[in-house]
């Protein structure tokens, strides 16, 4: 069965870094594609960013040049890191593998 577990979500300030962890179990971790969402209050969930298994990265345009996906075969978690944040960033971020999503995180950017 395959699992997946945001961790660190919380609260930072404008133009402060966070860093999220989606540890994944099971075994199909490495052959697929992994991406991060996001969804705001009252909004749709939204593409964040995304790798492929080769490591082929794509961003939304809102966050290219602040926000690295990046992913760890050997430990099974894909990472995002997430600079010079935002209020618009504000929002429950989730990973996807496949069909699976997880249970998200909560990402609050605020003074």
Request: charged share 15%; glycine share 12%.
């Amino acid at each position: 069965q395959v699992q997946l577990v945001e961790s660190g979500g919380g609260l930072v300030q404008p133009g402060g870094s966070l860093r999220l962890s989606c540890a994944v179990s099971g075994s199909i971790f490495s052959i697929y594609a992994l991406g991060w969402y996001r969804q705001a209050p009252g909004k749709q969930r939204e593409l964040v960013a995304a790798i492929t298994n080769g490591g082929n990265t794509n961003y939304a345009d809102s966050v290219k040049g602040r926000f690295t996906i990046s992913r760890d075969n050997a430990k099974n978690t894909v990472y995002l890191q997430m600079n010079n944040l935002k209020p618009e960033d504000t929002a429950v971020y989730y990973c996807k593998l496949a069909n699976y999503w997880g249970k998200g995180t909560l990402v609050t950017v605020s003074s």
